[in-house]
Structures are given as structure tokens and as C-alpha cells.
């Protein structure tokens, strides 16, 4: 079961990997670390992780993917515009496949990215059918989001301004704690 859980967590190369959180606890990252081990120990809820590139985010959300799927319990990782893609990719005449019934329902999404994808009506549309059933469901499942801008920050995009409301009942936390890619040498 685990190791078809893996192969469909959308987690390749070096993400699938990723389970060692503790280095995070370093200075400027203790928020970004405490709100992802709360939401691991609570097992239920939204999560937004905020900031500029590098800082651990995607990082985070793979160990918490991961995570779930030690735990046996189904976990997808995807970026916003892989997410989008395919759908577009998936849809038929008889609606959308897999893809669709996957994200909306599995235990764990982390969707990175959150932010950046290519916003024409069919993609908020699609975005915003998924992100309703998860927030629906936040109290048996998990939805985490890496993004670069602050949710209803003045940089967010105005057309997610319903996203960033339901993301506002939920921790919304600014990564901090410099670029890790020097850090990760040893570990990717």
C-alpha cells in the first residue's frame, strides 16, 4: 500500500525523499517548523506557508506528504499550474477523471505555488470547485499551501481574494530564515 501511495503522491526525484524536518528549527524558521508540526500532530485543517523563494516551503510540504504517507494515509503534492494542467488535460465529454476525484478527496494536499498559475476563468473556476470541496472537508482532511505572496497582502491576487478569506480561519504563517538551497547540499 505505501509504496502505491508514493507513486501517486505526485512527489518525484529528490521530493520523494524528504523526511527530516528538524533542521528547520534553525533561527528565522521556528514558525514555519511549529506550524507544520502542529498541523502533523492535529492531522485535520488548512495550512498556508507565505514568503520569498527559497526560504523551505516546498520543502516542508513534501516532509509533511511524506508524512502522511508513512502514515498510510493518502497524500498528493502539486504545484498550482501542474494542478490546472491537468485537469485541462483529464477533461472529456463525460467531465474530469482521476485527477479531479484524486485532489478533492484524498487526506492530504499540499499544493505549492498557490499563487502562480495562469488565471483565465476556466482555471478559477476549476481551482475554486477544488478549494471549495477541500475546505468543505478541512475538518477530516489536510490542505497545505506555499505561496510567495501574503494571503490578502497587498501582492495576492485579487481574483483569489475568496481563497484568501477561507484561508484566513486557518494559520497563515511567513517563512522566514534565509535560502536553504546552501543547507540542502548534503541532503538532496
Known amino acids: 500500500m505505501s509504496e502505491y501511495l508514493r ?9 520523494s525523499h524528504v523526511r527530516r524536518i528538524d533542521w528547520m528549527q534553525a533561527p528565522g524558521r521556528e514558525a514555519q517548523y511549529s506550524a507544520t508540526m502542529e ?40 504545484t498550482g499550474g501542474a494542478l490546472l494542467d491537468n485537469l485541462r488535460d483529464s477533461y472529456s465529454d463525460a467531465g474530469y477523471s482521476y485527477a479531479f476525484d484524486q485532489w478533492s478527496s484524498c487526506f492530504a494536499l ?23 470541496k477541500r475546505y468543505n472537508m478541512a ?38 530564515g534565509g535560502d536553504v538551497r546552501p543547507l540542502l547540499k548534503g541532503e538532496l
Open 7 to 15: 507513486q501517486n503522491s505526485g512527489l518525484k526525484s529528490w521530493l
Open 39 to 78: 498541523l502533523l500532530s492535529k492531522g485535520t485543517g488548512w495550512l498556508t506557508l507565505w514568503g520569498t523563494y527559497g526560504v523551505g516551503k516546498t520543502w516542508l510540504l513534501a516532509c509533511a506528504i511524506n508524512e502522511f504517507i508513512q502514515k498510510k494515509q493518502q497524500g498528493v503534492y502539486i
Open 110 to 132: 499540499a499544493i505549492d505555488e498557490t499563487d502562480a498559475y495562469h488565471k483565465t476563468g476556466w482555471a478559477q473556476d476549476k481551482y475554486r470547485q477544488l478549494l471549495e
Open 139 to 176: 475538518s477530516e482532511s489536510v490542505t497545505i499551501f506555499a505561496c510567495n505572496a501574503n494571503p490578502g497582502g497587498r501582492d495576492w491576487p485579487a481574483e483569489l481574494g475568496w481563497l484568501a478569506s477561507r484561508m484566513s480561519q486557518f494559520p497563515i504563517v511567513e517563512a522566514g
